[in-house]
């Protein structure tokens, strides 16, 4: 104590002003003084690797059973969609749902040679391109009554014209997610392989109840059934000469995937191509389905070993069930409630239309 008992005097320091003055274990130095860990680059591992497990599951699924592969797809992407709001994983689901798919397209190729469409004959092969026109329009047609897109429209008739969820990737990757969302292709994804497996259950029963003969009955389900599987799946349920003739319509169908392509962006443009552009760039293809045609010329002046073919096939079929699947998760359910069921009237037209002009050349000319 200082004299007269007084207090001892301050030592005046402020430590306000002094550096870290409140840091007494230093973190605030050690924040700004340790260096900033490296910014993680994107990888494709993380949308890939659940893209992948979804798809093994929706395999294993259809393999014990018996449903649509593709349709298991679509739902357990959809049902896993949350996981697309990791931004993680979009480079790796972007990857699967684009070029996995082309990869896929490509490959398919190697199912179809031009002998089998010469095999069709002049006046089925005529009768079959009514029968795609006739549902392409409509699928137009359904959209443009019940106050959906003409795209909406485009894609459910071509997918219900060809091939069912191949064409429908193939065709969603001229339209653009610019054009259609996402939402309303998932929806259509969804509403083609619903036809297809109730087409493949149905169709051979309704052959049989019109009394069709075997080719009748392959000409009826070759061109009216969807997907490639469930087509030829439906024929040989009818018998096996209807399943044989069926599998040549249905191929048919699959090699004009080309030629559709190329009219919608013809009509369309590619996306994001410039007003104005000239006719020749518009008729310029996408590279992949350039390369299905290749593939496609290939196949039919090389004999391919059946081995070859077989495992070609089964990578399609993959490449395209990731395809559907990671697309599926990037798809926003919310929009997809929104919808409604005006949403599902292209595909039902187009479903109906199909069948019914494919049942009357059956009918007609066979």
């Not at 593709?70 to 979009?90: M, Q, V, Y």
């Not at 092969?125 to 009554?145: C, D, E, I, K, S």
């Amino acid at each position: 104590m200082t004299q007269g008992g007084s207090k001892p005097a301050s030592s005046g320091i402020d430590w306000e002003s002094l550096p870290y003055g409140g840091d007494l274990y230093g973190e605030l130095h050690l924040a700004e003084t340790a260096p900033q860990p490296a910014p993680e680059k994107d990888s494709y591992f993380p949308g890939l690797a659940i893209c992948g497990v979804a798809a093994a599951a929706a395999a294993w699924l259809s393999d014990h059973y018996g449903f649509p592969i593709i349709l298991l797809g679509l739902l357990i992407g959809l049902s896993l969609n949350f996981i697309a709001r990791e931004p993680k994983t979009h480079k790796g689901l972007d990857f699967a749902s684009r070029t996995c798919l082309r990869i896929g397209i490509v490959v398919l190729g190697l199912q179809v040679t031009f002998g089998q469409i010469t095999a069709l004959g002049a006046a089925p092969f005529g009768a079959l391109l009514v029968v795609m026109t006739a549902t392409f329009f409509a699928g137009m047609l359904g959209a443009r009554l019940f106050g959906q897109s003409s795209y909406a429209g485009m894609l459910a008739g071509g997918a219900t014209a060809i091939c069912g969820a191949s064409a429908a990737l193939a065709l969603y990757g001229v339209i653009g997610k610019d054009r259609l969302s996402q939402a309303q292709f998932a929806l259509t994804l969804v509403g083609v392989s619903l036809a297809s497996a109730m087409a493949m259950s149905v169709y051979p029963v309704l052959a049989g109840e019109f009394a069709l003969s075997h080719q009748q009955a392959g000409f009826l389900i070759g061109a009216s059934i969807h997907d490639v599987a469930q087509a030829i799946g439906g024929g040989y349920a009818f018998s096996d000469e209807a399943g044989a003739y069926a599998t040549i319509v249905k191929l048919a169908r699959v090699a004009l995937l080309a030629p559709v392509v190329a009219l919608v962006t013809l009509a369309i443009g590619a996306p994001g191509e410039a007003a104005g552009q000239p006719v020749w760039k518009r008729l310029a293809l996408p590279w992949f389905i350039t390369a299905f045609l290749a593939t496609v010329a290939l196949n039919s002046v090389v004999t391919v070993p059946k081995e070859l073919a077989h495992g070609a096939l089964v990578g399609s079929k993959a490449l395209l069930l990731l395809a559907v699947t990671a697309t599926a998760m990037r798809s926003r359910m919310d929009l997809l409630m929104e919808m409604g069921w005006r949403a599902t009237v292209p595909v039902l037209a187009a479903t109906v239309i199909s069948f019914g002009c494919a049942l009357g050349f059956a009918v007609l000319l066979l």
